[in-house]
């Protein structure tokens, strides 16, 4: 087979792939999201969601990658501002809105079995209540738990341990922190 006829019949698959994802500001179909993650990083928005008594809200995740307390986050769509993506991900983990300081705390990159990802840390504040407070009762927790925690959680999900500075409750580093894998 030649280079041409592979290009162009991998150009076809391709074009049905695209119209399987009729909007992909909506999300990707799981089979699609698995594929790009095999083949190009992602960019995603974590919340760091701090009270005025210094606490950090966490939501619990159990996953193929781990279980614990995590930061919420999400991966940002495709030509979608961050601010619209941290107020997505505030709805849809959180059941509330956020308004977030500016610049990101930190930017990591992240490689897992799962995928290559560069995750923004930002820095946000409730702006309005938790609307499904059921989230907040459940003990033990179940995926999509939220608790408030003074400090770096017992079971912190095994991915969000580079956050532990930001959650111990010391001072929060001066500027944005990059760190990359090397």
């Known amino acids: 087979m030649t280079d041409d006829h592979v290009a162009g019949r991998l150009t076809g698959q391709l074009n049905e792939v695209l119209k399987a994802v009729p909007d992909p500001q909506r999300g990707l179909p799981e089979p699609v999201f698995d594929f790009a993650l095999k083949i190009t990083p992602m960019v995603n928005v974590d919340l760091l969601v701090r009270d005025g008594e210094g606490r950090s809200l966490l939501a619990w995740r159990e996953d193929d990658w781990g279980r614990g307390w995590h930061i919420p986050g ?3 769509r495709v030509d979608e501002p961050v601010a619209r993506r941290i107020a997505a991900c505030a709805e849809a983990e959180l059941t509330a809105t956020v308004e977030a300081d500016g610049a990101p705390l930190a930017m990591t990159e992240f490689r897992t079995a799962r995928g290559h990802f560069f995750s923004l840390l930002f820095l946000c ?13 459940q003990s033990p927790p179940r995926p999509g738990a ?12 095994p991915a969000h341990t580079v956050y532990e500075a930001w959650l111990s409750g010391s001072e929060l580093p001066p500027g944005p922190v990059f760190r990359f894998t090397l």
């Open 125 to 137: 504040r409730l702006t309005g209540p938790i609307r499904n407070t059921a989230l907040l009762t």
């Open 146 to 157: 939220l608790a408030w925690h003074r400090g770096v959680p017992d079971r912190l999900y």
């Open 74 to 76: 999400s991966i940002i």
